[in-house]
């Protein structure tokens, strides 16, 4: 029978026998959330100030700090 430090030499180090047994334990990583509505793109949002899509406001950008002006 091998020795732990012999099993984990074979396994390809410390870190690969740890992240072996614990996929073992905890099963492999939860990659995305399939199940839900993919966010709104960054024209639909809704503006933090006065909540009226992003798409209805004018920007400014022509002096040193862009400005934006909301419909209302």
């Not at 030499?9 to 410390?14: F, I, N, S, V």
């Not at 639909?44 to 406001?57: K, Q, V």
């Amino acid at each position: 029978m091998s020795t732990f430090r012999e099993r984990v030499r074979e396994a390809g180090g410390w870190y690969a026998w740890f992240n072996s047994r614990l996929i073992r334990v905890a099963g492999p990583a939860a990659v995305g959330p399939y199940e839900s509505e993919p966010e709104p793109s960054r024209t639909d949002r809704a503006c933090p100030l006065c909540g009226a899509p992003m798409s209805e406001h004018t920007f400014d950008r022509s002096g040193p700090k862009p400005l934006m002006t909301c419909p209302r």
